[in-house]
């Protein structure tokens, strides 16, 4: 390589990532349902050093066993959002399953001074020396939804899980008719018991329920177990292999299966259904998951248990807000932790407090879950069939003057994708703030498939929705789907990405001609390009990498780094040694992409534009196997916390800070103001080809533009950390202590 810039990495500061939240199936108590009408237990009070205000700061952790179950990642997002509405700073950190990660993440939050932990345990055993260290510290600790197995937790706040495991042996043996079976005739019931985690305790609860209604049948010679599995972190495809054999070892010759959650039971039943046996053999679950219960009203997986989990993270707030206060928590009561685990070895009491449980079947499943808006209409009834459909919550009974006014107006939000870190968060934010508009809210994520989304767009509208909110996965594909919603009078707003259509009703997003601007700038202003000596170094050797050509945006970073690039190769100081696109701006194709251009070029290059973090991170893994990285100046965009991580290590050199929470706010208060006619301020017209860069474009557009900013190691403390947008933990991780600057 030739000669280049001495790159500095960077001197940042302190202590380790945080907190974590949530996890699979929920923790229990063999005792009968708690009520909020038990009689209080007094809060164990804080440690005498612990603060009573929320004032200055107090920070609370978050550990959850894993993301990788549905339902934690959204409940971490609401946890995170109403502790810091009460003043809380948040730690948060996710596992992935691995027990000896979550208790140094545990002990690394304890150390950085959490009053507070919210734990969803991977291991409950495992995590007892964690939990009486914290306690030691002053810790308050809330076990959430699983049991820790330590009498040191402060509280436990769960679901009553013996019952779960009652009424999905119930629900099974009312499906067989297990009073009527006749032994004589057909032998005994030949049961599959699948039971969850054994490293959960709410699994051996719902085993405990299961087995109360179960085993006085075997005793009696009416049910004969078959085969008795357990499933690691309650995992579908695990679940799914060892229906297989048990399939293959019984000759399919099964009556009947208890599962202990939707995951397994699903995976279960994909095996069962390759045998013929879905719909025939009566088979339970739990956690009335959008795709549970769309399955029990195919007629395919028999009963599910719905806890209400959203009453669960606001008590749990609730309680770690009155755990640090010293407060009382209304409902709680004390249990042996023998109780507890069905364990008699075990010693100690613990207070906790349980809501109850309730079967759903193929009866009640819309009223349950659906009317009561736990699952939405069309996650249910998605492939059903229109007129095999129930009609919607409060369909039948709209009077023209009720469907004319906001309440019950259907809004539909599309997203290309959830594999986007970003697009998951935003939903559940946008949903939120429509739903406390009285809107009704359609959501679908299309997963990169062009052809699905507009499917999902058309189906919306034929189920009459009065506008949506599109994250368009080809903003040219979709032209059709929005001229074909605007005649059926449905207002479209392009959010962050254009749809290359005039009949938009507006477009929402951020300057990106100016993000490409300031991507160029900040690598030719590292390689410090007006002093470059073309005679002694030769051009320098330029990689462009845009992202997914299917995405307009990426067309328009491209035109706003040519505006700065393009002079500099024109004057011969650049020279453009690779120039490619990065379909669905994903990170390992840029890493293999990145892969081949280094060998191409033998390495000699001398700085790169990539069009966001994801992309740059990505190839930045090729250029550190060659020993590139923090030498060869490269670009990103999002300030992700990955991102600005690796920008304050020294290696990525920019990225550019689009200010996301500020979008889905005024996307949701834009789409109240079109469905009302009401002013929108700020909107600007810009015709499709300044848009686009395509002068072949016709038509105008209204849009609205949020201006970004450049982030380097010079200002991210200021403008990610400081700001609230990215966690100090986050960006900071990994950096010595002594190389950290202070908390803000």
Same mark, same amino acid.
């Given at each position: 390589?030739?000669?280049?810039?001495?790159?500095?990495?960077? /001197?940042?500061?302190?202590?380790?990532?945080?907190?974590?939240?949530?996890?699979?199936?929920?923790?229990?108590?063999?005792?009968?349902?708690? /009520?909020?009408?038990?009689?209080?237990?007094?809060?164990?009070?804080?440690?005498?050093?612990?603060?009573?205000? /929320?004032?200055?700061?107090?920070?609370?952790?978050?550990?959850?066993?894993?993301?990788?179950?549905?339902?934690?990642?959204?409940?971490?997002?609401?946890?995170?959002?109403?502790?810091?509405?009460?003043?809380?700073?948040?730690?948060?950190?996710?596992?992935?399953?691995?027990?000896?990660?979550?208790?140094?993440?545990?002990?690394?939050?304890?150390?950085?001074?959490?009053?507070?932990?919210?734990?969803?345990?991977?291991?409950?055993?495992?995590?007892? /020396?964690?939990?009486?260290?914290?306690?030691?510290?002053?810790?308050?600790?809330?076990?959430?939804?699983?049991?820790?197995?330590?009498?040191?937790?402060?509280?436990?706040?769960?679901?009553?899980?013996?019952?779960?495991?009652?009424?999905?042996?119930?629900?099974?043996?009312?499906?067989?008719?297990?009073?009527?079976?006749?032994?004589?005739?057909?032998?005994?019931?030949?049961?599959?018991?699948?039971?969850?985690?054994?490293?959960?305790?709410?699994?051996?609860?719902?085993?405990?329920?299961?087995?109360?209604?179960?085993?006085?049948?075997?005793?009696?010679?009416?049910?004969?177990?078959?085969?008795?599995?357990?499933?690691?972190?309650?995992?579908?495809?695990?679940?799914?292999?060892?229906?297989?054999?048990?399939?293959?070892?019984?000759?399919?010759?099964?009556?009947?299966?208890?599962?202990?959650?939707?995951?397994?039971?699903l995976g279960a039943l994909q095996a069962m259904k390759a045998q013929g046996l879905a719909g025939v053999v009566p088979i339970s679950g739990q956690d009335a998951t959008a795709d549970g219960v769309n399955s029990i009203v195919k007629g395919e997986l028999t009963v599910s248990i719905l806890k209400d989990i959203r009453d669960l993270s606001p008590l749990a707030v609730d309680m770690m807000d009155k755990l640090i206060k010293g407060e009382t928590i209304e409902g709680l009561d004390t249990y042996t932790m023998a109780e507890l685990t069905n364990d008699p070895a075990q010693a100690g009491d613990v207070s906790a407090y349980f809501l109850p449980v309730q079967q759903v079947n193929k009866d009640n499943a819309y009223d349950l879950v659906v009317a009561s808006g736990f699952q939405s209409y069309d996650d249910v009834y998605r492939d059903i069939p229109e007129d095999q459909r129930p009609p919607r919550p409060g369909e039948a009974e709209a009077s023209p003057e009720e469907t004319a006014s906001v309440e019950g107006i259907k809004i539909g939000l599309s997203f290309s994708d959830f594999a986007t870190e970003r697009w998951k968060n935003e939903e559940v934010l946008m949903r939120q703030l429509l739903e406390e508009k009285g809107y009704e809210v359609l959501s679908q994520e299309a997963n990169h498939d062009v052809k699905l989304q507009i499917d999902q767009i058309d189906n919306m509208v034929s189920q009459g929705v009065k506008g949506l909110i599109i994250i368009a996965e080809d903003g040219d594909a979709l032209s059709t789907a929005v001229s074909n919603a605007k005649q059926a009078g449905v207002a479209v707003l392009a959010y962050d990405r254009l749809i290359k259509s005039p009949d938009i009703a507006a477009y929402l997003s951020f300057n990106n001609v100016e993000v490409g601007r300031q991507q160029a700038l900040g690598v030719m202003q590292a390689i410090d390009i007006e002093n470059w000596d073309v005679e002694a170094n030769g051009p320098v050797r330029l990689v462009k990498l845009g992202g997914s050509p299917t995405d307009n945006n990426a067309i328009l970073f491209r035109q706003g780094q040519d505006e700065i690039v393009q002079p500099y190769v024109d004057e011969g100081k650049i020279e453009v040694v690779a120039d490619q696109w990065v379909d669905n701006w994903d990170a390992a194709n840029a890493l293999k992409i990145m892969e081949n251009i280094l060998v191409a070029a033998g390495n000699d290059i001398d700085a790169v534009v990539a069009s966001n973090d994801g992309t740059a991170l990505g190839a930045l893994q090729a250029m550190k196997a060659q020993g590139l990285a923090g030498v060869v100046p490269i670009s990103g965009q999002d300030a992700t916390a990955d991102g600005v991580n690796s920008i304050v290590k020294g290696e990525l050199t920019v990225s550019i800070l689009k200010d996301i929470r500020d979008l889905s706010p005024l996307a949701v208060d834009m789409m109240d103001k079109l469905i009302k006619g009401e002013t929108i301020e700020g909107l600007d017209t810009y015709t499709m080809a300044e848009l686009t860069n395509d002068p072949a474009q016709a038509g105008d557009v209204s849009a609205y533009f949020l201006p970004v900013q450049q982030v380097n190691k010079d200002n991210a403390y200021d403008l990610v950390v400081a700001s609230g947008f990215q966690s100090y933990d986050d960006v900071y991780r990994d950096i010595p202590e002594d190389q950290r600057p202070p908390r803000p």
């Open positions: 390589m030739r000669s280049k810039q001495t790159w500095l990495i960077i /001197t940042v500061i302190a202590v380790l990532m945080f907190a974590v939240l949530m996890g699979c199936s929920s923790q229990a108590t063999p005792v009968e349902e708690t /009520t909020a009408e038990t009689a209080p237990t007094e809060a164990a009070a804080p440690a005498e050093n612990t603060e009573t205000s /929320t004032e200055g700061a107090i920070k609370i952790g978050l550990s959850f066993s894993d993301f990788a179950t549905e339902r934690w990642k959204n409940e971490e997002v609401l946890m995170r959002q109403l502790l810091e509405e009460k003043g809380y700073e948040v730690l948060s950190q996710e596992a992935n399953h691995d027990v000896k990660l979550q208790i140094d993440q545990i002990d690394n939050m304890v150390s950085q001074g959490v009053k507070g932990l919210i734990i969803i345990a991977e291991d409950g055993d495992a995590l007892s /020396t964690a939990v009486s260290n914290a306690k030691q510290a002053g810790v308050a600790v809330l076990a959430y939804d699983r049991l820790i197995k330590s009498p040191d937790i402060a509280a436990y706040l769960s679901f009553n899980n013996v019952e779960v495991g009652r009424q999905q042996a119930l629900g099974v043996m009312q499906a067989i008719d297990i009073e009527n079976w006749d032994v004589e005739a057909n032998g005994p019931v030949r049961l599959v018991k699948l039971g969850g985690s054994p490293t959960d305790n709410n699994a051996i609860l719902f085993r405990q329920g299961q087995d109360e209604i179960v085993q006085p049948y075997v005793d009696e010679g009416k049910i004969e177990v078959v085969a008795d599995q357990w499933v690691d972190n309650w995992d579908a495809a695990n679940a799914l292999k060892i229906m297989e054999n048990i399939l293959v070892a019984a000759g399919n010759d099964i009556d009947a299966v208890v599962a202990s959650n939707d995951g397994t039971a």
